[in-house]
């Protein structure tokens, strides 16, 4: 039990330190497209979210769950339906945070970007990246 403890917990600091990298990802091109180039946020936000998406997906294949060897079909269409959740929670969290409550487009967004780590955690470990026993799928 205190292995399977152990491995959540290492798990769960990878995924963290993933994300982390991955914000700065997303956070710096949502800022050079709206602020730099002045596009509109929700393009900003959506063309932001695909290239963070790219890496987040690769970076948790290779080094948070180390699941190379799991079939990469199964695995990009659950993360595909992960994304589509996930993309439509950050649009309400932004519009609701921006246009509804007029704050900054730069932090709506950051909280946006928030409101979706703990299903992306969860979805991408039991399901997308899910082992059985001790092999990734």
Same mark, same amino acid.
């Given at each position: 039990?205190? /292995?399977?403890?152990s491995?959540?917990?290492?798990e769960?600091?990878k995924?963290?330190?993933v994300?982390?990298?991955t *914000? ?9 497209l709206t602020?730099?180039? #002045?596009?509109?946020? /929700?393009?900003?936000?959506?063309? *932001?979210?695909? *290239? ?14 180390k699941a190379?060897?799991?079939?990469q ?13 996930n993309? #439509? ?11 509804m ?5 730069f932090?709506g *967004?950051?909280i ?13 470990k039991?399901i997308?990246?899910?082992v /059985? #026993?001790?092999?990734?799928?």
């Amino acid at each position: 039990m205190k /292995r399977i403890v152990s491995l959540l917990q290492i798990e769960a600091v990878k995924y963290v330190v993933v994300g982390g990298i991955t *914000a700065i990802i997303y956070v710096g091109i949502f800022s050079m497209l709206t602020t730099g180039l #002045g596009l509109e946020y /929700r393009l900003g936000i959506s063309l *932001a979210y695909v *290239a963070a998406v790219l890496f987040h997906y690769h970076m948790n294949r290779i080094y948070t769950f180390k699941a190379m060897s799991s079939s990469q079909i199964y695995q990009v269409s659950t993360y595909g339906l992960l994304l589509a959740v996930n993309y #439509g929670i950050n649009l309400l969290v932004a519009y609701l945070c921006i246009t509804m409550a007029g704050m900054n487009p730069f932090f709506g *967004a950051i909280i946006a970007m928030v409101s979706t780590v703990f299903t992306g955690y969860n979805v991408s470990k039991f399901i997308v990246f899910k082992v /059985r #026993g001790g092999i990734h799928e």
